[in-house]
Each structure stands twice: as structure tokens, then as C-alpha cells.
């Protein structure tokens, strides 16, 4: 074998390893999704994403990503509506683990990656007196936040979990990282994000009896 093709074979196999490893850090940046699963970020042991329970009210969404359009409207200064390239391509991304804990009783821990509900909203430009942000889902479902909330923290609208793109049963394309609140306020699927003076304003669980604050330190059952 010539020492040239020695050299290109070489050279593959370091991009396929490369391609292969967690090379994002904390923090924004493009990140190279692998084609597998990570189960170890920083230390910390993740849960798989086949660990979850499918619990969605209409079953599983198969959004197709070239039509795909999220809406950022409501108290905003200008509405926004973008495709998923546009979000992939404008928007600064992040990564933290975070565990999500479900009523049902069973939890996950997962790396989950994706864009700032926040940097949305200032590109939007909030309106004075909204003091709630709602998110609406493919299948009809929708959850509420406070604003606050989302001005305090890095709240994700994440694309990727564990390295990998999410699943359609996961939330393709983009799932609500709602960290420190139960998994009804997950939201999966999201299409529609609406800022909103409604600080009452009850989702599809909520609705039902479900806290509106959702928070994990207190009982979902807690009307508050």
C-alpha cells in the first residue's frame, strides 16, 4: 500500500473518532452531533433515552423538519416565525444535564443540548406588563411558564439529548428543558411560543387540576 492511501486511511479514522467524541465543552457552540448516544457527561452518569415512558395525549408527533415554523408572537414588539434551519443556524447553543421527573413516578437524567428560550424572547422584544410565556405543541398539548422564570435561568428549547438528535417520540424538533418542574411542563413538539399577561393561563394538565406552578417542591396536585 502506497504511503499516500496509508496517510487518507489514517486521516478518516481520526475525523470518525473526532466526530464521535464530546467536543462542545459547556457553553455555546456548534456542536457535531454523534451518530450514538453518549451515557457519560463531565462525570455524571446519564439515563438512556429509551428510558423514558411514552405519555404524550395524542401519541407520537412526526414533524417534518423542511416545513417545520415556530411562532414567537403575542406581547412582542415584532413576531417571529422561524424554520428549523433558521434556528439551528441564528441562535447561540447550550448544553447542561438536567433530570426530568414525571408525576408517574419515574425520572431521567439526560444532556440535553439546544437554544435559549430567552435569546427568542429578545429578539422578539417583550412587552411591558407580560409576565407569562406559553408553549404550544403539535398535538394540541400546551404548558405555561412564568416569565421570570425564563429572564433567571437558561432555559432550553433543546434539539438534542445524550449527543443525539431527538426522536420524534422525544420532541422533534425542539422539546422545553423546564428544569426544577414536574414533566408535564416538558413540553414536547413545541410550534408556537406566545408571550402573554395571562399569569392564570392553565395548560392541558393544569386544566385538569394539575399545579400551575409545576414547581418539583411542591405536589402537582397543589392548585397554586
Given at each position: 500500500?502506497?504511503?499516500?492511501?496509508?496517510?487518507v486511511?489514517l486521516l478518516?479514522?481520526?475525523?470518525?473518532?473526532?466526530y464521535?467524541?464530546d467536543?462542545?465543552g459547556?457553553?455555546q457552540g456548534?456542536?457535531d452531533?454523534?451518530p450514538?448516544?453518549?451515557?457519560e457527561?463531565q462525570?455524571?452518569?446519564l439515563s438512556?433515552i429509551?428510558d423514558f415512558?411514552?405519555n404524550?395525549?395524542?401519541?407520537?408527533?412526526?414533524?417534518?423538519?423542511s416545513?417545520y415554523?415556530?411562532?414567537?408572537?403575542g406581547?412582542?414588539?415584532?413576531?417571529?416565525?422561524?424554520?428549523?434551519d433558521a434556528?439551528?443556524?441564528r441562535?447561540?447553543?447550550?448544553?447542561k444535564?438536567?433530570?426530568?421527573?414525571?408525576v408517574?413516578?419515574?425520572?431521567?437524567?439526560?444532556l440535553?443540548?439546544?437554544?435559549?428560550?430567552?435569546?427568542?424572547?429578545l429578539?422578539?422584544?417583550?412587552?411591558?406588563g407580560?409576565?407569562?410565556v406559553i408553549f404550544?405543541?403539535?398535538?394540541g398539548y400546551?404548558?405555561?411558564l412564568?416569565?421570570?422564570?425564563?429572564?433567571d435561568?437558561d432555559i432550553?428549547?433543546?434539539?438534542?439529548?445524550?449527543?443525539v438528535?431527538?426522536?420524534?417520540?422525544?420532541?422533534?424538533p425542539?422539546?422545553?428543558?423546564?428544569e426544577?418542574r414536574?414533566?408535564y411542563?416538558?413540553?414536547?413538539w413545541?410550534?408556537?411560543i406566545?408571550v402573554?399577561?395571562?399569569a392564570?393561563?392553565r395548560?392541558y394538565?393544569?386544566s385538569?387540576?394539575?399545579?400551575?406552578?409545576?414547581?418539583?417542591?411542591?405536589?402537582?396536585?397543589?392548585?397554586?
Amino acid at each position: 500500500m502506497r504511503t499516500a492511501q496509508i496517510v487518507v486511511i489514517l486521516l478518516i479514522g481520526v475525523i470518525a473518532v473526532l466526530y464521535a467524541l464530546d467536543l462542545a465543552g459547556d457553553g455555546q457552540g456548534v456542536t457535531d452531533l454523534a451518530p450514538a448516544e453518549v451515557r457519560e457527561y463531565q462525570g455524571e452518569q446519564l439515563s438512556s433515552i429509551t428510558d423514558f415512558r411514552e405519555n404524550s395525549i395524542r401519541g407520537p408527533q412526526y414533524v417534518n423538519a423542511s416545513t417545520y415554523t415556530l411562532t414567537v408572537d403575542g406581547l412582542v414588539e415584532d413576531r417571529e416565525e422561524y424554520s428549523y434551519d433558521a434556528l439551528m443556524e441564528r441562535f447561540p447553543r447550550y448544553r447542561k444535564v438536567v433530570t426530568l421527573y414525571c408525576v408517574e413516578g419515574w425520572d431521567v437524567t439526560i444532556l440535553w443540548e439546544g437554544i435559549r428560550v430567552e435569546d427568542l424572547l429578545l429578539e422578539a422584544g417583550v412587552k411591558p406588563g407580560a409576565n407569562t410565556v406559553i408553549f404550544y405543541a403539535a398535538d394540541g398539548y400546551s404548558s405555561s411558564l412564568p416569565l421570570a422564570y425564563i429572564e433567571d435561568r437558561d432555559i432550553l428549547l433543546a434539539y438534542a439529548m445524550n449527543n443525539v438528535t431527538l426522536p420524534a417520540e422525544r420532541g422533534f424538533p425542539f422539546q422545553l428543558v423546564a428544569e426544577d418542574r414536574w414533566g408535564y411542563k416538558w413540553v414536547k413538539w413545541v410550534t408556537r411560543i406566545e408571550v402573554s399577561d395571562d399569569a392564570n393561563y392553565r395548560g392541558y394538565w393544569e386544566s385538569r387540576g394539575y399545579s400551575n406552578n409545576g414547581s418539583l417542591d411542591r405536589s402537582f396536585f397543589d392548585r397554586g
